[in-house]
T-cell receptor
Framework: ETGVTQSPTHLIKTRGQQVTLRCSSQ?????VSWYQQALGQGPQFIFQ???????GRGNFPPRFSGLQFPNYSSELNVNALELDDSALYLC??????????????FGPGTRLTVL | AQKITQTQPGMFVQEKEAVTLDCTYD???????LFWYKQPSSGEMIFLIY??????QNATEGRYSLNFQKARKSANLVISASQLGDSAMYFC?????????????FGTGTRLQVTL
């Protein structure tokens, strides 16, 4: 069973640029959540996708957008990058959104640096 | 809104000793889930243990147990027989309903260092 994978591992961008981060969910999982973790902080929820539809969004501006594909992999897009967007971006997948004990399985993250 | 507070930025424990990591929470939701995750320096969040707000008994998973005190709104993690490999950041988190993979709210974490 393949776990959650993310690409790229590291990324350096300049202010104003756009970036796309990718996540492949664990086999059999149809729900993907994205989190931003600034240095020294806990992860903050960006949004969640369930069966290709956005299913909840945190307190992030519209320049943070996402997609989920039919194979349940997902992308996080960030436009007009700002210095404060520098963080570890974590993707987590789960087998559904409700019922039972549904811990989220996290990928290794993408470390984004904005210069 | 939900809030998780972890007041211990860093903790030291000797190998083979037990350690308790504190977590208090605040929510207006009638039911919720509580989680603990471990984050090694590699960055990946590793699930450790889960407690639903209506669960009568405290959760246990191997060397991990969750000391759930609902009236005090606390969900402390107890690690027994610490090992060097337990050195990592530990995060307490909660969800809006028990047993769901809904948005998780995390605390700021506690860095645990296990010494010889």
């Amino acid at each position: 069973e393949t776990g959650v994978t993310q690409s790229p591992t590291h990324l350096i961008k300049t202010r104003g640029q756009q970036v796309t981060l990718r996540c492949s969910s664990q086999s059999g999982h149809n729900t993907v959540s994205w989190y931003q973790q600034a240095l020294g902080q806990g992860p903050q929820f960006i949004f969640q996708y369930y069966r290709e539809e956005e299913n909840g969004r945190g307190n992030f501006p519209p320049r943070f957008s996402g997609l989920q594909f039919p194979n349940y992999s997902s992308e996080l897009n960030v436009n007009a990058l700002e210095l404060d967007d520098s963080a570890l971006y974590l993707c987590a997948s789960s087998p559904g959104t409700s019922g039972g004990r549904l811990e989220q399985f996290f990928g290794p993250g993408t470390r984004l640096t904005v210069l | 809104a939900q809030k998780i507070t972890q007041t211990q930025p860093g903790m030291f424990v000797q190998e083979k000793e037990a350690v308790t990591l504190d977590c208090t929470y605040d929510t207006s939701d009638p039911s919720y889930g509580l989680f603990w995750y471990k984050q090694p320096s590699s960055g990946e969040m590793i699930f450790l243990i889960y407690q639903g707000s209506y669960d009568q008994q405290n959760a246990t998973e191997g060397r991990y147990s969750l000391n759930f005190q609902k009236a005090r709104k606390s969900a402390n993690l107890v690690i027994s027989a610490s090992q060097l490999g337990d050195s990592a950041m530990y995060f307490c988190a909660m969800s809006r309903a028990p047993g769901t993979a809904s948005k998780l709210t995390f605390g700021t974490g506690t860095r645990l260092q296990v010494t010889l």
